[in-house]
């Protein structure tokens, strides 16, 4: 890890929405169109988002078909599991995602 890379790993920290998608994935793998039905923002919005996470090397994605899920990384940081403890829990969005019946969206 260079400088560069420390302190986009910085700026992508730096932004709530950010944030708050990466306490979603600390509880499972997402998909983009889950991501915008729990944070009620535009596609393009969570996707400009994942792209700043993704060049920060805090996320990763996997495709399937059209989807793209979206999981965490941060493997190149040490500091990142116990970042990631600190932020607030977001099981219970998931949770609710799920008994909307929004979860599967993407499948």
């Known amino acids: 890890m260079d400088w560069e890379q420390l302190a986009e790993c910085h700026k992508a920290l730096s932004d709530k929405t950010r944030l708050h998608i ?3 994935l600390r509880v499972e793998e997402l998909c983009v169109c889950e991501l915008v039905e729990i944070l009620q923002i535009t596609q393009p919005a969570v996707s400009q988002h994942m792209r700043k ?3 920060a090397k805090l996320v990763k994605e996997r495709r399937s078909g059209q989807w793209v899920f979206y999981s965490l ?3 190149i940081y040490p500091f990142f599991e116990k970042f990631l403890e600190s932020i607030p829990d977001a099981s219970e ?3 609710q995602l799920k ?3 929004l979860k599967v969206l993407c499948d």
């Open 99 to 101: 008994k909307s019946g």
């Open 22 to 24: 990466l306490a979603l």
């Open 73 to 75: 990384d941060g493997s």
């Open 93 to 95: 969005e998931i949770e």
């Open 53 to 55: 996470l993704k060049n």
